[in-house]
């Protein structure tokens, strides 16, 4: 797996939101047409900019992060709770 200086190619704004993703988990690989692409089992793939067109561009893409695994969780926890009223 590339390192997080690898993916943000310059871009230092880029390389603390990747090890941010790295950090909760998620997988981080380079599209062809290089945008960044984060997957994570049982959640959604988030695909954002490789540059960033406005200040506010690294907070949304971590808030779209978390998000994410926020709705997993709960999706999880509505599975396991219907499970358990089964039997």
């Known amino acids: 797996m590339a390192s997080a200086h690898d993916l943000a190619r310059g871009h230092k704004r880029l390389r603390g939101l990747i090890e941010f993703a790295l950090g909760e988990g998620w997988t981080v690989v380079r599209t062809r047409g290089g945008h960044l692409l ?50």
Not at 62 to 69: E, P, S
Request: glycine share 4%; charged share 30%.
């Open 38 to 87: 984060f997957t994570k089992p049982d959640c959604a793939p988030i695909y954002t900019s490789s540059t960033a067109s406005d200040h506010r561009a690294d907070r949304n893409a971590r808030a779209q992060l978390r998000r994410a695994d926020r709705h997993a969780l709960a999706h999880e926890g509505v599975a396991w709770f219907m499970e358990s009223r089964r039997g």
